[in-house]
């Protein structure tokens, strides 16, 4: 069983930057791999960036390529999400999520994931 708790959301203006964090509980944070997700008003959850156990693969949305950066800390059980240049598209709750892994793999399908975080509210405003 794995715990995620997301923390750093709030409301910043559109060319601004936020940082989220996921804290997990346990002791096999290290074997799964990580990702966030988001869910924007009246659309469907979608995928936003992953990172393979070891950390050394990521996989971002096309629409976050460029501006947002998913890094994490095995020694912390925390996954991270650096996001920059925000526009009011990115408005949203972040969730994280975990992917129990026996390999460096990873996935952009929500359906791969295992445990989810209750989220965080992300609100760039124009």
């Known amino acids: 069983q794995v715990q995620l708790v997301e923390s750093g959301g709030g409301l910043v203006q559109a060319g601004g930057s936020l940082g989220l964090s996921c804290a997990a509980s346990?002791?096999?944070?290290?074997?799964?791999?990580m990702g966030w997700f988001r869910h924007p008003p009246g659309k469907e959850r979608e995928f936003v960036a992953a990172?393979?156990?070891?950390?050394?693969?990521?996989v971002y949305a096309d629409s976050v390529k460029g501006r947002f950066t998913i890094s994490r800390d095995n020694t912390k059980n925390t996954v991270f999400l650096q996001m920059n240049s925000l526009k009011p598209e990115d408005t949203a709750v972040y969730s994280c999520?975990?992917?129990?892994?026996?390999?460096?793999?990873?996935?952009?399908?929500?359906?791969?994931?295992?445990?989810w975080g209750q989220g965080t509210q992300v609100t760039v405003s124009s």
């Open positions: 990172i393979s156990v070891s950390g050394g693969r990521t």
């Open positions: 999520a975990a992917d129990r892994r026996f390999d460096d793999g990873l996935s952009s399908n929500k359906d791969a994931y295992d445990y």
């Open positions: 346990g002791r096999t944070f290290s074997r799964y791999a």
